[in-house]
């Protein structure tokens, strides 16, 4: 993808989030917290703490040497109250509803095993083991 393809598609994101959320805030101003407002504010809380987790488990500005499929499971451990929290707070789904938190729990398990994996395939084709990988850029960046 070229540069500027890829910072258009940045900026478009990061405009429609902006918007959204400002949207939103006018919109509880206005009408009260009614549920396409509330359920859109949790998703967009769920999307900004999971790039906070993301950025905490996997840029290395907080844990310097994890290996990672602790990181992986970190993520994994720390995300899943988080989104059902979100899920609870923007009443994605009935909360007295126990088939709908094991469909919804089993549903984030499924997904993450199967990007976990299709990420650990992809990436050992292209570039080798996550730890080599860690090991040369510490190499490269002098830590």
């Keep these: 993808m070229n540069t500027l393809l890829k910072g258009a598609l940045t900026r478009t994101c990061v405009v429609f989030t902006a918007a959204m959320a400002l949207w939103c805030v006018i919109g509880l101003a206005f009408a009260g917290p009614v549920e396409g407002i509330v359920i859109t504010l949790s998703l967009l809380g769920a999307c900004a703490a999971l790039c906070a987790l993301q950025a905490f488990w996997f840029t290395g500005a907080v844990l310097a040497r ?14 899943l109250p988080v989104l059902a929290l979100c899920a609870a707070a923007g009443g994605w789904f009935p909360i007295d509803s126990a088939g709908a938190w094991i469909t919804f729990v089993s549903i984030y ?14 990436y050992r084709r292209t570039v080798g083991s ?3 990988a860690l090991a040369r850029y510490r190499k490269e960046h002098g830590q």
Excluded: K, Q
Excluded at 66 to 79: E, K, N, Q
């Design 109 to 122: 398990l499924v997904t993450l095993a199967s990007v976990t994996a299709g990420y650990t395939l992809h």
């Design 66 to 79: 994890v290996s990672y499929p602790a990181r992986i499971a970190g993520f994994g451990i720390t995300a």
């Design 130 to 132: 996550f730890d080599a």
